[in-house]
């Protein structure tokens, strides 16, 4: 579903500020893979995601979401393949609008938009169902502008945008960081819930050791540009996040130093 090829990515060439942040990274996801991508600060994690959405254009490689070579399409033009949720809950959602116009927008990504777009009676009450499954009151919020949201609803609302038309691909981008541990769990738990009913085909960068190794089916680790670790299957089942550190070490030379993922 998604294939990445000996793909670089270099900002400030030519400068004092010079980086590698990726180095001919090759990443394959098969159809209905859930991957949890961890790393240090800097390790390449959020540049990788950027790159796949068309935020950034790379330097080399190729990109191929559904057998489709996206390399050199724009954002706009990768964004009906994509679903995609990010760290800060004000992104992903236009704070001025309604809960139900959002959808509407998001309904319609990747089509043709006119001047005339209504919300029909029917899909109202779709609406009004998928909000529902949320469990957070939204169902009966649907005039209510998201920017009064709290930043657990939002991240909910955004993460059913991002599916509501079945993306080829569901990029998470830190989506729980900045919300309070069980705010993070709901949303998570809502994650799952919607990957494993669409058969989601997801990458999830995350801080946190323990999300990483608790959610999906299969664990990259990044460390300077490169993935180093990919574990999966019954392996990634037993791991622990002392195994996972001591991996690291081994495959990297260091020790792991990030603390948000160490104490979360």
Known sequence: MLKV????????????????ALDRVDLTLDEGDFVTLIGGNGAGKSTLLNCVAGVYGID???????????????????????????QDPMMGTASDMGIEENLALAYRRGQFRSLRWGITHDERNHYRELLSSLGLGLENRLSNKVGLLSGGQRQALTL??????????????????????????????????????????????????????????????MHEGHIILDIRGEEKQQLTVENLMERFGKASGEEFANDRALLS
């Open 60 to 86: 080399e490689g190729t990109i191929f979401i559904d057998g489709k070579d996206v390399t050199r399409l724009s954002e706009f033009k990768r964004a009906g393949m994509i679903g995609r949720v990010f």
């Open 160 to 221: 059913l945008m991002a599916t509501l038309i079945r993306p080829r691909i569901l990029l998470l981008d830190e989506h729980t960081a900045a919300l309070d541990p069980k705010t993070a769990d709901k949303v998570l738990e809502l994650s799952d819930q919607f990957i494993e009913e669409g058969k989601l085909t997801t990458l999830m960068v995350t801080h946190n050791m323990r999300h990483a190794i608790k959610h999906g089916n299969r664990l990259i680790m």
């Open 5 to 20: 090829q000996a793909i670089s990515k270099r900002f400030n060439p030519g400068t004092i500020n010079e980086k590698m």
